[in-house]
């Protein structure tokens, strides 16, 4: 079956869960709610989310399921223990900002709440002003020649500078100390500044994330970059959806 196209009164969604902390980037550790979407323009060769795009070994009627903006809040507040009062949103996916015209409705909803809704995508479409004005931080998670795609589709050089200009994290996942030549790169002609620039070791288990991370972390201080573990990793190496 093909996957369901997207509208901008729907949302095609593949998990709501939480709650969890935010395992990775500026916000690592803060207590969250994931809404993770179904769909994405790329096709990274390590995709830990395949099940949100790769209809080939995945079945889109199994994995994803249409549902209103006011469904998925209604999804989260679910979630929610009594008495404890909102926190954070992680929307992810997939490439959320596919759906952004529907996205809209759901973050504008989820902020008046007193949700604070962090947004990530891999940084080759342009966010729309109105959903900027809701979204308390982005992560932006630029692909590298490693992931697998073409370069003309995974760098965007005129969205990521548009990025600068806004709350954002840059997320850049690397397998090998030569990666941060790449990284350089982008940091260089989308002209990010060095604090909002964050590394992070791609890895599904807590050793091979640890030791990614540890190839890089000293050249990645002399760069004058953050580094990011990934916490979800660590604390349910076992669980790869749902955490
Ligand atoms: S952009 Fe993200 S969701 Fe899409 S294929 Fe790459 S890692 Fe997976």
Same mark, same amino acid.
């Given at each position: =079956?093909?996957?369901?196209?997207?509208?901008?009164?729907?949302?095609?969604?593949? @998990?709501?869960?939480?709650?969890?902390?935010?395992?990775?980037?500026?916000?690592?550790?803060?207590?969250?709610?994931?809404?993770?979407?179904?769909?994405?323009?790329?096709?990274?060769?390590?995709?830990d989310t395949k099940w949100?795009?790769?209809?080939?070994?995945?079945?889109?009627?199994?994995?994803?399921?249409?549902?209103?903006?006011?469904?998925?809040?209604?999804?989260?507040?679910?979630? *929610?223990?009594i008495g404890v009062p909102?926190?954070? /949103?992680? /929307?992810?996916?997939?490439?959320?900002?596919?759906?952004?015209?529907?996205?809209?409705?759901?973050?504008?909803?989820?902020?008046?709440?007193?949700?604070?809704? @962090?947004? @990530?995508?891999?940084?080759?479409?342009?966010?729309?002003? &109105?959903?900027?004005?809701?979204? &308390?931080?982005?992560? *932006?998670?630029?692909?590298?020649?490693?992931?697998?795609?073409?370069?003309?589709?995974?760098?965007?050089?005129?969205?990521?500078? @548009?990025?600068?200009q806004l709350r954002t994290?840059?997320?850049?996942?690397?397998?090998?100390?030569?990666?941060?030549?790449?990284?350089?790169? /982008?940091?260089?002609?989308?002209?990010?500044?060095?604090?909002?620039?964050?590394? =992070?070791?791609?890895? *599904?288990?807590?050793?091979?994330?640890?030791?990614?991370?540890?190839?890089?972390?000293?050249? *990645?201080?002399?760069?004058?970059?953050?580094?990011? =573990?990934?916490?979800?990793?660590?604390?349910?190496?076992?669980?790869?959806?749902?955490?």
């Amino acid at each position: =079956m093909p996957p369901p196209k997207v509208s901008p009164d729907h949302l095609v969604v593949s @998990e709501v869960f939480g709650p969890t902390f935010q395992g990775e980037g500026p916000h690592a550790g803060q207590h969250a709610y994931f809404v993770r979407l179904g769909l994405c323009n790329l096709a990274c060769t390590w995709c830990d989310t395949k099940w949100t795009w790769d209809w080939d070994n995945y079945d889109p009627d199994q994995e994803l399921t249409i549902m209103t903006p006011a469904d998925v809040f209604a999804a989260v507040w679910d979630l *929610v223990p009594i008495g404890v009062p909102p926190s954070r /949103i992680v /929307i992810s996916g997939g490439e959320p900002l596919i759906q952004q015209r529907a996205l809209y409705s759901f973050v504008q909803t989820a902020a008046h709440a007193g949700f604070r809704m @962090e947004i @990530e995508t891999a940084g080759t479409l342009q966010p729309s002003g &109105d959903l900027i004005d809701w979204v &308390d931080s982005w992560n *932006v998670s630029p692909k590298l020649d490693h992931s697998g795609n073409a370069k003309n589709k995974r760098y965007k050089p005129s969205v990521l500078y @548009e990025f600068t200009q806004l709350r954002t994290a840059f997320k850049f996942v690397v397998t090998h100390p030569s990666d941060l030549h790449e990284v350089e790169g /982008i940091v260089e002609e989308c002209d990010i500044p060095r604090y909002q620039v964050w590394i =992070m070791p791609e890895g *599904v288990t807590p050793e091979s994330t640890l030791a990614h991370a540890q190839a890089v972390a000293n050249d *990645v201080l002399q760069r004058g970059w953050n580094l990011t =573990m990934r916490q979800h990793v660590q604390l349910w190496p076992d669980i790869h959806r749902g955490r």
